[in-house]
């Protein structure tokens, strides 16, 4: 997403990321890896990190 932002000529002024639930490649046979993700937790980081961004 970044690439294509900065593509579209956007700044980026922050990144966020977290574990998301995962069944490519290998883990798709084992069920899948991360499950429940992203969580309330997740969330609710991901809002705080939107406000406390300075633009």
Same mark, same amino acid.
């Given at each position: 997403?970044k690439?294509? *932002?900065?593509? =579209? /000529? +956007? %700044?980026i #002024? /922050?990144?966020f990321?977290?574990? /998301? +639930?995962d069944?490519a490649g290998? +883990? =798709? +046979?084992? /069920? @899948?890896?991360?499950k @429940? &993700?992203?969580n309330? &937790? %997740? *969330?609710?980081?991901?809002r705080?990190? #939107?406000?406390n961004l &300075?633009?």
């Open positions: 997403m690439k294509k *932002l900065k593509e =579209k /000529g +956007f %700044d #002024v /922050g990144e990321s977290c574990r /998301g +639930f069944t290998p +883990f =798709k +046979f084992m /069920g @899948g890896i991360s @429940g &993700r992203p309330e &937790r %997740d *969330l609710e980081n991901a705080r990190f #939107v406000r &300075r633009i």
